[in-house]
């Protein structure tokens, strides 16, 4: 019987005409075929029943690396790997966005490359997409699970001009005026970036228009009206005020609605069509994608990284961790205790009716979140439906408490209450990589070192990625560039703190029991009047 790797295991017989072409190995009494299927290559394993019965009919075969069940409950600091071939979350992406591209099956032996990249996301796609376009590397994208599996295929689809949880006026507090203006022009090439892209990916059904910033409570105007001021008066946007009026008869009729900042840049997309887009560019250009093979460990031997899989060592010139919320800590050194995986929750409605549209007075479809710490984030799909979302709970083994979900349909009523009972359709969750500053990285930690790392982007990734795989891409090539000297490029991903005053990787075991606390006190605040 062959090794099971968490895959079902079932006894079938090979099909005539299943195969196009066949690669085989072969032992004397085994035989691993590829089948190259549409969406993937398919592994059987074939042990021969009798060995001297030899026609094809006679073999059992054990399917292997088939995607094994989606589990709700995992969790990347407790789970006990990055997971293997893994099913997509049950989200209305998934639903929608049709059959996966074609990728390049899981790696089987050992391999020698130059660039692997850890991670089939927006972010290892993009900076495999960006390293053959313009710089003919063609990387292997190793993904522990189906491509794109990650938040890639959770997230609200709001495209931000931003990056990382801090806002602009947080910027120039924290590295001054001349730095924050350097790192604006930055994000704007990066949210320039993401619109190309998009055009390339026109059945990601984009929804322009802007990110209406709603103020949930009175009190929060004032600090929207600051945040305008400084968007205008140092950055130059268009960044406007709106009054309650505005924003109910204009944008939407959310019954929290105090008034809102409105800014002109802001893209709804469908992720999982976006990111599938990346793929099919990326492969099509020559990068390598490979499915269920996750990464077990990169040890470097005389210079070259040896990345571990299930099934054979990878030797690459240079690794780049693409791995989001979901970055394990036994992975790489230099990521132990770097990136907090948040939960975060998400559903989608029925579509809502003529009425309930009227009702709502539902005028945009641009992308919305509120002033709460916890936020809510929200918009209309192009098809009607309201995908909304917010927090969730602290550890996967509690994810699927109805409790959690419970906030987002409260919150959804209390913002709509004509959409009080109305049926839910999807609803799912996904970890969002936080850094302990609240911004990204996008660096070479160690100049000594080819190892490198995209992550950090703090549930702001959708627009964001697109422009770190750009920057990446450029960093493993060698090229140097004037924006490096920016803190989300030149700096290495800090440990927990305390207060923002001691780093300690020792902190990290108590982060989550700090976070417990943060929740009741950021609740409590949100929600006072
Ligand atoms: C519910 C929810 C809503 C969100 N809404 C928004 C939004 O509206 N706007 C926004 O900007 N952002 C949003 N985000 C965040 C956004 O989705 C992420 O910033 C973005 O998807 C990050 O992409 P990524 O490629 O870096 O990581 P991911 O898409 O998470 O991909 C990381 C991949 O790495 C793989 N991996 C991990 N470890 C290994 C290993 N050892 N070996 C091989 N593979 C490995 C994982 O399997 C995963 O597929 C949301 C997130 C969630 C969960």
New binding site residues.
């Given amino acids: 019987m062959a090794e099971n790797f968490g895959a079902s295991n079932e006894d079938a017989p090979l099909r005539k005409g299943h195969c196009g072409a066949v690669s085989c190995w072969h032992h004397h009494k085994a035989a691993v075929v590829l089948i190259p299927g549409k969406c993937s290559w398919q592994y059987w394993l074939i042990s021969v029943r009798e060995p001297t019965v030899g026609t094809i009919e006679s073999f059992t075969l054990d399917r292997r690396a088939e995607a094994a069940p989606y589990d709700p409950l995992y969790d990347?600091l407790v789970s006990s790997?990055?997971?293997l071939g893994?099913d997509y979350a049950p989200t209305y992406w998934v639903a929608t966005a049709g059959e996966p591209p074609e990728d390049d099956g899981p790696l089987v032996g050992d391999a020698d490359v130059d660039v692997v990249i850890?991670?089939?996301?927006?972010?290892?796609?993009s900076t495999a997409l960006f390293l053959a376009r313009e710089h003919g590397i063609r990387a292997t994208v190793?993904?522990?699970?189906?491509?794109?599996?990650?938040?890639?295929?959770?997230?609200?689809?709001?495209?931000?001009n931003?990056s990382g949880r801090l806002y602009r006026s947080q910027w120039i507090a924290r590295w001054g005026k001349e730095t924050a203006l350097r790192l604006d022009a930055e994000i704007r090439e990066g949210f320039n970036t993401f619109k190309s892209l998009i055009a390339e990916v026109p059945e990601c059904e984009p929804q322009p228009g802007g990110h209406l910033y709603i103020a949930h409570r009175e009190r929060k105007m004032e600090f929207l009206r600051n945040e305008a001021k400084v968007m205008r008066d140092v950055f130059g946007y268009d960044a406007r005020i709106l009054s309650r009026a505005d924003v109910s008869e204009q944008y939407v009729d959310d019954q929290e609605n105090c008034g809102a900042l409105h800014e002109p840049d802001g893209i709804g997309v469908h992720?999982l069509k976006l990111?599938f887009g990346y793929l099919r560019m990326a492969r099509a250009l020559g990068a390598r994608v490979h499915p269920s093979?996750?990464?077990?460990s990169v040890e470097t031997i005389n210079g070259v990284h040896h990345v571990r899989?299930p099934r054979g060592v990878v030797r690459a010139k240079a690794v780049a961790?693409?791995?989001?919320?979901?970055?394990?800590n036994d992975?790489t050194k230099a990521l132990r205790a770097k990136i907090m995986p948040i939960?975060?929750?998400?559903l989608v409605t029925r579509v809502l009716t003529p009425d309930e549209i009227a009702a709502t007075n539902f005028r945009t479809h641009e992308?919305i979140t509120d002033t709460r710490t916890l936020r809510y984030?929200y918009r209309l799909l192009p098809d009607n439906r309201l995908q909304i979302?917010s927090r969730?709970s602290i550890t996967g083994a509690d994810a699927q408490n109805p409790k959690h979900m419970a906030v987002l349909v409260e919150g959804l009523h209390r913002k709509f209450p004509a959409l009080k009972g109305i049926r839910i359709d999807y609803s799912?969750?996904?970890?969002?990589?936080v850094s302990h500053d609240m911004m990204p990285r996008v660096t070479q930690p160690d100049p000594r070192q080819n190892l490198f790392y995209?992550?950090g982007?703090?549930?702001?990734?959708?627009?964001?990625?697109a422009h770190?795989g750009r920057r990446l891409a450029q960093r493993i090539a060698g090229q140097r560039d004037p924006s490096w000297n920016l803190p989300i490029y030149d700096s290495a991903l800090q440990y927990p703190n305390v207060f923002g005053a001691v780093q300690w990787q020792g902190f990290a075991p108590f982060r989550r029991i700090g976070r417990r606390f943060l929740y009741h006190l950021y609740h409590a605040q949100d929600e006072a009047r």
């Fill in positions: 990347p790997g990055p997971g893994m850890v991670g089939a996301g927006f972010t290892g796609l190793l993904e522990a699970n189906r491509t794109c599996w990650g938040c890639t295929s959770r997230n609200g689809g709001q495209g931000q931003a992720p990111a093979t996750p990464v077990l899989t961790f693409a791995t989001g919320g979901y970055t394990r992975v939960l975060s929750n998400s992308v984030y979302g969730s799912w969750w996904g970890w969002v990589d995209a992550v982007y703090g549930g702001n990734g959708v627009s964001f990625s770190a």
